[in-house]
């Protein structure tokens, strides 16, 4: 699949041009027939016989922005004086900051904010320890961890090129649920110590939020972070995506008229994002789901499982299904993919069963391309923002965290992620659903506050059944 030029691969070409009546089309002309997008053209300076243009225009990535560079260079009377690209100028100090939230003018403040008068607060913490939620930063601050080993469709690069994504996540944070949210980038992958490592920064923090974490790993270091610390451990790989993947389909078996416990699914990925999909869809009464991955369909016959891939066997494919994801796909209501690109063709789309459902969410290339599943297909969603029906984590873990925080949990149950999930698909009323809209945008102003509402609630109830809080 070719992509589509997009705003995320956009540059801004500075150009000194003739100042002749045509000047402007031909600029336009060259890049929309280069394939690039014109977004934006302003004139910089101005004079009898030149003129400054800024061009800003979308491309398909970096090799089609020097094609379109190089069309605007040929043509005559034009100089290519700088190309910016506006990602990398966005990023450049990096996207967050620190500030203090009070002034220091004089010495009086000084003695408050500093020593003396700070260690007032210390001793007030050390004998009564809860009251660090209400005297510092803990109350409203999450950690964004990640030892750079499954970013994006990227793999495996290290938490320095990490970075940048846990820095945009915790920008999320502080847009979508005012929540101060801080980068951890680990330079180890050992669970042992990741384990360790976020256990003594703990104290700061009132959440951590685990990201791009690799399978099978993830599940380990949730699990022992979730048994040892008293504050909400939320993996978003896995958790944000199986909520926002429950509230779309929730929203798509209700324009189609089926019903959660009677559709078959099939499932192509079995890692992180896949199993806390698989197991949240059981939750909610799914009954028929198959699970496929690199190897075909998991079964309980098939030799060398591990211990996630035998949980997944043993609690999925009532029919006995074996062979491949083309294989299985057949007959079948619902698809969700979330593995790798390019899988499967609008032809393996047909074989699906009447009215069905599709969810290629694989990026930044689904699983099949989004135009040819909705030949055959009565619904379409994916991960990217230029296709309906965007099935975006941003949809989950503000709300999510600005409800664990505000309840001050401890916990992250079934219970509050399937909360979290029917407030989500809510939020698109019966009047507005339909086919090329299931899930809310990510700029719905209910989005946070819904879900974070629903998780409160979830988490006071998990905390009135267990005597915590």
């Known amino acids: 699949m070719v992509s589509a030029p997009s705003v995320s691969s956009s540059i801004t070409v500075r150009l000194q041009v003739q100042a002749r009546p045509t000047a402007v089309s031909e600029l336009t002309t060259a890049i929309e027939h280069a394939g690039g997008i014109v977004t934006a053209l302003d004139v910089t300076t101005s004079g009898h016989e030149r003129i400054g243009v800024d061009m800003t225009c979308a491309t398909r990535g970096e090799e089609h922005a020097e094609q379109i560079v190089e069309a605007l260079r040929v043509l005559e009377g034009v100089v290519v004086e700088r190309v910016s690209d506006r990602t990398f100028l966005l990023h450049l100090g990096g996207k967050l900051s620190i500030e203090s939230k009070v002034p220091i003018r004089n ?186 991955d690199i190897e075909g369909v998991v079964h309980t016959d098939r030799p060398g499982l591990d211990a996630s891939l035998r949980w997944t066997a043993e609690n999925t494919n009532p029919r006995g299904a074996t062979g491949t994801l083309r294989e299985a796909l057949v007959g079948a209501e619902v698809f969700i993919g979330l593995s790798a690109p390019d899988l499967l063709t609008g032809d393996d789309i047909a074989t699906m069963g009447s009215d069905a459902i599709v969810f290629a969410m694989a990026n930044p290339r689904p699983e099949v391309d989004a135009d040819d599943a909705a030949q055959h297909a009565a619904i379409v969603g994916t991960g990217r923002s230029d296709f309906a029906n965007q099935i975006n984590n941003v949809l989950a873990f503000p709300g999510v965290f600005r409800g664990l925080l505000d309840a001050q949990s401890h916990q992250v149950s079934s219970r509050l992620l399937l909360a979290a999930a029917q407030a989500l698909a809510e939020v698109v009323t019966e009047d507005e659903l339909n086919p090329t809209y299931i899930i809310p945008s990510v700029f719905n102003p209910e989005v946070t506050t819904r879900v974070a509402a629903a998780v409160e609630a979830a988490a006071r109830a998990d905390q009135g059944e267990t005597g915590a809080g």
């Open 107 to 292: 010495r009086d403040d000084l003695s408050m904010v500093y020593t003396p008068g700070v260690a007032r607060v210390c001793e007030a913490i050390a004998a009564r320890p809860e009251d660090a939620r209400n005297l510092t930063i803990k109350r409203n601050t999450i950690a964004v961890v990640t030892d750079g080993s499954a970013v994006l469709g990227l793999g495996n690069i290290g938490p320095l090129a990490a970075l940048p994504v846990m820095e945009g996540k915790a920008a999320l944070f502080k847009r979508f649920a005012d929540i101060d949210a801080f980068p951890i980038a680990l330079d180890t992958t050992d669970v042992d110590e990741i384990v360790a490592t976020v256990c003594a920064i703990a104290p700061v923090f009132a959440g951590i939020n685990l990201e791009d974490i690799s399978a099978p790993r993830c599940f380990e270091v949730e699990q022992r972070l979730r048994e040892r610390l008293d504050i909400p451990v939320f993996h978003d790989d896995q958790h944000g995506t199986a909520i926002v993947a429950l509230a779309a389909l929730t929203n798509a078996l209700k324009v189609v008229g089926k019903e959660i416990g009677t559709v078959r699914i099939v499932m192509s990925g079995a890692g992180a994002a896949g199993t806390a999909v698989l197991k949240l869809l059981l939750a909610a009464g799914a009954r028929d789901v198959v699970v496929c």
